[in-house]
């Protein structure tokens, strides 16, 4: 059973910086689409960033392109999410998702209905 731990967030001020993590566990393929994920109060789910673990590639909101940074150790099936320059709008909870497997010419959608693993969420707070 595959399964996302997600550690991180916290409580920052405006233009401060946090780090989140997502460890995966169960089964993995070197091939799969990674999402941090995120939804505010009241507001919708919406992708922030995705990679694929395969061939590196990654997409990235035009709301945090800039200011975050996805990246990924295959070797400890960790898929990281930098959070730079935060705004408080950037307040949320922050999701993990996956999509295991997925081929190795696939595009890593935004669309949170094409991820089958979620993990619990984090909540990241940015003040003013």
């Known amino acids: 059973q595959v399964q996302l731990v997600e550690s991180g967030g916290g409580s920052v001020q405006v233009g401060g910086s946090l780090s989140l993590s997502c460890a995966v566990s169960?089964?993995?393929?070197?091939?799969?689409?990674m999402g941090w994920f995120r939804q505010a109060p009241g507001k919708e789910r919406e992708g922030v960033v995705r990679?694929?673990?395969?061939?590196?590639?990654?997409y990235y909101a035009d709301s945090v392109k800039g200011r975050f940074t996805i990246s990924r150790d295959n070797a400890k099936n960790t898929v990281y999410l930098q959070m730079n320059s935060l705004k408080p709008e950037d307040t949320a909870m922050y999701y993990c998702?996956?999509?295991?497997?997925?081929?190795?010419?696939?595009?890593?959608?935004?669309?949170?209905?094409?991820?089958?693993?979620w993990g619990q969420g984090t909540q990241v707070t940015v003040s003013s």
């Open positions: 990679i694929h673990t395969g061939v590196g590639k990654s």
């Open positions: 169960g089964y993995v393929d070197s091939s799969n689409c």
């Open positions: 998702a996956a999509q295991i497997p997925v081929s190795w010419w696939a595009f890593c959608s935004d669309r949170s209905d094409d991820y089958q693993y």
